[in-house]
């Protein structure tokens, strides 16, 4: 925790304006400045319900264009409803099985491209074809597969998730610094060791990345 100091030691001459370094630090992680610097998301939010209650007033229709008042008091009312949040839960548990099946195929496969030029030729005309396919066009193969229920709804939300993954596992391996593998080579390390001690740790931060695309797909899949 950073002390106060008066104005006699500050180097401009003016007083430090943290004067609650605990609280200003807090807001300060959160993205939100005291001293006015870092208010650009609050702005953007108090745009937005302007915005919005001046189209609801023109349109002055619930049905069409509910207020920000009318919407928050639906909020509340949604979130204490049991049917509501049951079928979230379902929803959830959908999300999470295709985002499941989404890394155990992903990385894998994505990690295999990455380190191997010969997989990478294989499964790159594919990879790159498929991924150009609209997640909507997979719908009515998914019901012949799968049927209806949750089957169709787990696959595309798969779909959704593995290219991220998968094209984020490979930038991360193939962006690893090739003095790592010389360095664990001459200190005597297997393909085991390279493996879990420096692809899986260097690439890890492209991984996550992938993992968070891959999340927001998933969700933006949801039928």
Avoid: C
């Avoid at 500050?10 to 807090?26: H, L, T, Y």
């Avoid at 610097?37 to 049905?63: D, E, R």
């Avoid at 993954?165 to 060791?193: E, F, R, W």
């Amino acid at each position: 925790m950073d002390e106060f100091r008066d104005e006699a030691n500050e180097p401009n001459g003016k007083v430090k304006q943290d004067m609650f370094p605990s609280i200003i630090g807090r807001f300060d992680k959160a993205g939100v400045k005291v001293n006015g610097t870092k208010f650009h998301w609050l702005g953007s939010v108090a745009f937005l319900f302007v915005i919005w209650q001046a189209a609801s007033m023109y349109y002055q229709s619930n049905l069409l264009l509910p207020s920000p008042m009318v919407t928050m008091i639906a909020l509340g009312d949604a979130i204490t409803d049991q049917a509501v949040l049951l079928n979230m839960a379902i929803t959830l548990r959908r999300v999470l099985l295709g985002f499941f099946y989404a890394t155990l195929i992903g990385l894998p496969l994505g990690f295999l491209m990455g380190y191997s030029g010969t997989i990478l030729k294989i499964f790159d005309p594919l990879i790159s074809s498929m991924r150009q396919v609209p997640i909507m066009a997979w719908i009515p193969l998914a019901i012949v597969w799968l049927g209806l229920g949750d089957g169709p709804t787990i696959f595309l939300i798969a779909m959704a998730g593995i290219f991220p993954l998968v094209l984020n596992t490979i930038n991360g391996v193939q962006n690893i610094s090739p003095d790592y593998y010389n360095a664990a080579k001459s200190m005597g390390a297997g393909k085991l060791s390279i493996f879990t001690s420096v692809i899986v740790p260097s690439s890890l931060p492209d991984i996550l990345n992938g993992m968070r695309l891959a999340i927001s797909a998933g969700w933006m899949s949801v039928i």
